[in-house]
C-alpha cells in the first residue's frame, strides 16, 4: 500500500528511557515533518526534512532529534523521556514544491511516560 | 508567528443538516488554507484545500470560503452523514503550517 507508515503505533516507557519511531513513506514525496498531537488534540509541527535537510526545526527540546537517512525515511529519537512528553507523535510526509501544503499523515504513534 | 482560532470546539448536527466550521488567522502573508479530518486512532487527513487568490471552493458536500480581508475562512458540509462525524482542524500557511485547535463534529442520526 502507498502510505505514511510509523511505527510504533503505541509506546509505553519509564521515564527517563530513551526511545525512537521510525516513519517511511512510499509515496515519493520529497518533504516530511514531525507532528506533536497534545492530550487537547492540539497539533504542532516540530520539525521538517526536505530530501534529508533539516528545513524547519521549532522550539523543541534537545532531547529530539530527528534523522532522515534518506528523503523517504524521517525517525525521532527521544532521550532522557520525560512525564511531559506523552502524547501522539505523527509523522507527514508532502510532494515536491508542496513545502506546508497537501500533507499526508501517518496513523500516529501513542508515547506514554510513566 | 501565526494564530489560528477555530469555532466552535465541539459540534453537534441531526444526519441531514449543515454544519459550518469558522477559522480565523492573525498572519496577512499566510496564502493556503487546508482543511483536515481526523477519524479516532488515525491520521488527519487533507479534505479540501483554498488559495488566497480564490473566494470559495467546492468539492461535492464541502465547500470552504474565504475573506482575505477579514482574515477568516470556513468549511460548511452540506447533508450530512454520520461518517463525516470525526474532528475537524482548520490550517494556514505562509511558511510552515500553523493548525486551529480543532472542532470535534458528532452526526446525531
Known amino acids: 500500500d502507498t502510505a505514511v507508515s510509523q511505527t510504533p503505533k503505541y509506546l509505553v516507557t519509564q521515564m527517563g528511557n530513551d526511545k525512537s519511531i521510525k516513519c517511511e513513506q512510499n509515496l515519493g514525496h520529497d518533504t516530511m515533518y514531525w507532528y506533536k498531537q497534545d492530550s487537547k488534540k492540539f497539533l504542532k509541527i516540530m520539525f521538517s526534512?526536505?530530501?534529508?535537510?533539516?528545513?524547519i526545526n521549532e522550539t523543541v527540546p534537545n532531547r529530539f532529534s530527528p534523522k532522515s537517512p534518506d528523503k523517504a525515511h524521517l525517525n525521532l529519537h527521544i532521550n532522557s523521556l520525560e512525564l511531559g512528553d506523552s502524547a501522539v507523535y505523527f509523522c507527514?510526509?508532502?510532494?515536491?514544491?508542496?513545502?506546508?501544503?497537501?500533507?499526508?499523515f501517518g496513523s500516529g504513534t501513542q508515547l506514554s511516560v510513566l | 508567528g501565526e494564530n489560528v482560532e477555530q469555532h466552535p470546539s465541539t459540534l453537534s448536527v441531526q444526519e441531514g443538516d449543515s454544519a459550518v466550521i469558522k477559522c480565523t488567522y492573525s498572519d496577512s502573508a499566510s496564502n493556503y488554507f487546508p482543511w483536515y479530518k481526523q477519524e479516532l486512532g488515525k491520521g488527519p487527513q487533507l479534505i479540501i484545500d483554498?488559495?488566497?487568490?480564490?473566494g470559495e471552493k467546492k468539492d461535492q458536500r464541502i465547500a470552504v470560503t474565504l475573506n482575505k480581508t477579514a482574515k477568516h475562512f470556513s468549511l460548511h458540509i452540506t447533508e450530512t452523514q454520520p461518517e463525516d462525524s470525526a474532528v475537524y482542524f482548520c490550517?494556514?500557511?505562509?511558511?510552515?503550517?500553523?493548525f486551529g485547535t480543532g472542532t470535534r463534529l458528532t452526526i446525531i442520526p
Open positions: 490550517a494556514a500557511s505562509s511558511v510552515k503550517l500553523t
Open positions: 483554498i488559495r488566497s487568490n480564490v
Open positions: 507527514a510526509s508532502s510532494p515536491l514544491g508542496t513545502f506546508s501544503e497537501k500533507l499526508f
Open positions: 526534512y526536505n530530501n534529508k535537510e533539516l528545513i
